[in-house]
């Protein structure tokens, strides 16, 4: 990857093998292109699926109770070696941990979502912002609706 925008600071980086993730599901969106793919989820967004695999799937247990879970998911698509970038939508130039763009070094995106229903080992939510086929790392109640299942008595 060598096309960058002026002003933008590419950095030499080893090649990305050393993640050692278990993606545990894959996204469905309607977007499989970027130009389509809103820059950040809305609630009332179309529906999309997360798929979760096997072994995965009885760790859905109890996901229902909420409304509002977060997604965290693997940006499989982007380049990783800018410490310096030019967004798109400005004249002007930042470092990457100063912005929420999916090009970072280690592309995690993360969104929450509202739950529409639980379909066996698929979720339905809205608010996603991620391209088609996006895998899956990881999902969590909604850190404010959240109670500790085993708070102390
Ligand atoms: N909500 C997440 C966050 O804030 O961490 C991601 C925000 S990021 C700005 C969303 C953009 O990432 C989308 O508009 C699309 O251009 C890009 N994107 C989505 N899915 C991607 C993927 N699988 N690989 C690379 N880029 C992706």
């Given at each position: 990857m060598s096309d960058i925008r002026p002003h933008e600071i590419m950095v030499p980086t080893?090649?990305?093998?050393d993640a050692r993730l278990h993606f545990i599901g894959r996204i469905h969106t309607p977007w499989d292109d970027r130009k389509d793919c809103p820059?950040?989820?809305?609630?009332?967004?179309?529906?999309?699926?997360?798929?979760?695999?096997?072994p995965w799937v009885p760790a859905l247990?109890?996901?229902?109770?909420?409304?509002?879970?977060?997604?965290l998911y693997w940006l499989d698509r982007?380049?990783?070696?800018?410490?310096v970038q030019n967004p798109g939508h400005s004249d002007k130039t930042f470092?990457?941990?100063?912005?929420?763009?999916?090009?970072?070094p280690n592309p995690i995106g993360t969104i929450g979502a509202k739950l529409?229903?639980?379909?066996?080992?698929?979720?339905?939510?809205?608010?996603?912002?991620?391209?088609?086929?996006?895998?899956?790392?990881?999902?969590?109640?909604?850190r404010c609706a959240?109670?500790?299942?085993a708070a102390p008595k």
């Amino acid at each position: 990857m060598s096309d960058i925008r002026p002003h933008e600071i590419m950095v030499p980086t080893s090649d990305p093998d050393d993640a050692r993730l278990h993606f545990i599901g894959r996204i469905h969106t309607p977007w499989d292109d970027r130009k389509d793919c809103p820059r950040q989820g809305k609630q009332d967004g179309p529906e999309c699926r997360i798929e979760v695999f096997e072994p995965w799937v009885p760790a859905l247990k109890g996901i229902e109770d909420y409304d509002q879970i977060e997604v965290l998911y693997w940006l499989d698509r982007s380049r990783r070696d800018l410490v310096v970038q030019n967004p798109g939508h400005s004249d002007k130039t930042f470092g990457t941990f100063a912005l929420r763009s999916p090009v970072r070094p280690n592309p995690i995106g993360t969104i929450g979502a509202k739950l529409i229903r639980v379909d066996g080992a698929n979720l339905i939510v809205r608010g996603l912002d991620c391209l088609n086929g996006t895998p899956l790392i990881d999902l969590k109640p909604d850190r404010c609706a959240f109670t500790p299942k085993a708070a102390p008595k």
